[in-house]
């Protein structure tokens, strides 16, 4: 691809960053002695950075986000007419591509019906607890109020999400949490928490069960999971778990909540992470790639037997969704979602996903067969990742030191951006994450391939 013929002298904006900016998840002493990486322009999978330097970016926008590629001109048209239309009212009203947008959605999510905006995943998040709490208090008194979430997942980053947050890292030092939130094991069976058992992921599925029972069915309204875990290590889950917690959050009366933050719009190569495994929600949340990042917009998606219990009591005065988002009036997200969506299905981005997915896993595989340092490798559709380990039979994980060594080769070496997990789980900071945008091809994966091999050889040899 060619570079961008506008690279111009970023010194004084690069300047400016440096006294001004406080970067997200950044320790700032570094910037003392180092620039911060500045993305200046993007096509298709390709990134510029402030000095020319082409890059390719095999994560997505850093966080799962772009699915369809930078540079996306009918997105941008679209977002600019819709704004200079109507940008914004207040989310009491309806709006074109709002409603519009959401019609284009409930297709694609069988059994679901009704749709809330607003602009973060962790919102969306917040919005599904709120169900679950007012449900509680309207339906039981206020005792069925606990959310169970688990080990290993991430649901976002403002207090109450934390809250919900199995990842320690994340919570350490902005505690106290918003109580009523309660933990249940990660389903990672090559970590498996109960030795080498049969059927681990009806295993670990029950342990869900038995958190219910310890906590009393009772108190328990609502379980958020993950379709598969991203930030705490590209978990898929293990065959018979979907199945098994179905059971359980129906036989407990348990709302079940999907956050599909990161796998929604593709990136399993299904339109929802949970449709991989035939799971029927009754909240499904979602952001990052519902408009590839072309605009903010999350949305917490429900049945309508959820949506009923805010409406059908018309005659009680507090029973119906008391919240406000204000930006979730924004037209620019659902206008940049209805193109998004148009081209994931005109461009057959699903089927690319799928299998480029499995061309890359089988990539990774060849990788393990090559690095001791890979202990395994996992994935769904463009959502991969591989556990780094000092030495296979004890699976000791490798420092995050060593994960961080070999995106930073990849980068350097190849000009390749992937991600590791990364100051999330202590001791378990040692996975390394690849999200392209899912208009990969062979070739682009070859060459994220090609940088993690080398980088795994110089790191090993360092
Ligand atoms: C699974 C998941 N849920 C929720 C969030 C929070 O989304 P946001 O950063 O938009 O608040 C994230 C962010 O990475 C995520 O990975």
């Known amino acids: 691809m060619n570079k961008p013929t506008n690279i111009n002298d970023y010194t004084s904006v690069v300047e400016a960053d440096k006294a001004h900016i406080w970067h997200h998840l950044s320790q700032h002493k570094k910037f003392e002695t180092v620039d911060p990486l500045m993305i200046i322009e993007g096509k298709g999978l390709r990134v510029w950075n402030q000095a020319g330097r082409e890059h390719l970016d095999a994560v ?46 409930i297709d694609k999510m069988p059994g679901m019906s009704r749709v809330y905006y607003s602009n973060s995943g962790s919102e969306a998040n917040e919005k ?31 207090i109450t999400a934390l809250s919900s947050g199995g990842q320690d890292e994340r919570r350490d030092l902005y505690g106290p949490y918003t109580p009523g939130f309660i933990p249940v094991p990660h389903c990672l069976e090559y970590r498996s928490q109960w030795g080498d058992v049969d059927d681990y992921g009806i295993r670990a599925a029950s342990a869900i069960e ?88 999350s949305c917490t998606v429900t049945t309508e037997e959820v949506f009923n219990e805010f409406k059908s009591n018309a005659d009680e005065p507090l029973n119906y969704f008391r919240d406000i988002s204000t930006f979730g009036g924004c037209t620019a997200g659902p206008a940049a979602a209805i193109e998004n969506m148009r081209i994931l299905e005109d461009e057959n981005l699903l089927e690319n996903t799928t ?108």
């Open 128 to 158: 599904a607890y709120k169900f679950v709490r007012q449900i509680a208090h309207q339906k039981y008194g206020g005792k069925k109020h606990k959310i169970l979430y688990r080990e290993r997942d991430y649901h976002g980053t403002t």
């Open 60 to 105: 997505s926008g850093g966080v799962w986000t772009v699915n369809v590629g930078y540079g996306r001109e009918t997105i941008a048209d679209a977002v600019r007419d819709q704004l200079v239309k109507m940008n914004f009212f207040g989310g009491t009203t309806g709006s074109i591509p709002g409603a519009t947008f959401a019609e284009m959605l």
């Open 355 to 462: 299998k480029m997915g499995e061309y890359m896993l089988e990539q990774l595989e060849v990788l393990k067969g090559k690095h001791q340092l890979i202990g395994d490798v996992r994935g769904k559709g463009l959502f991969l990742g591989a556990e780094l380990v000092t030495d296979r039979d004890t699976k000791e994980p490798v420092p995050e030191s060593v994960a961080q060594a070999v995106v930073a080769d990849c980068m350097k070496e190849n000009a390749v951006i992937i991600g590791a997990t990364n100051r999330s789980l202590k001791g378990f900071n040692n996975t390394l994450c690849f999200s392209p945008a899912l208009i990969a091809s062979k070739s682009d994966i070859d060459e994220i391939i090609h940088a993690v091999d080398g980088a795994l050889t110089r790191v090993v040899g360092a």
């Open 210 to 297: 038995e958190v219910i029972l310890r906590e009393g069915a009772d108190t328990v309204g609502g379980l958020i999971l993950e379709p598969v875990t991203a930030g705490g290590g590209v978990i898929v889950p293990p065959q018979g778990y979907w199945d098994r917690v179905q059971e359980i959050c129906k036989k407990y009366d348990v709302l079940l909540i999907i956050d599909e933050v990161v796998c929604g719009m593709g990136r399993t190569g299904t339109w929802f992470g949970y449709q991989q495994y035939g799971v029927k929600p009754d909240i499904v949340t979602m952001a990052k790639g519902v408009a590839s990042g072309y605009a903010a917009i």
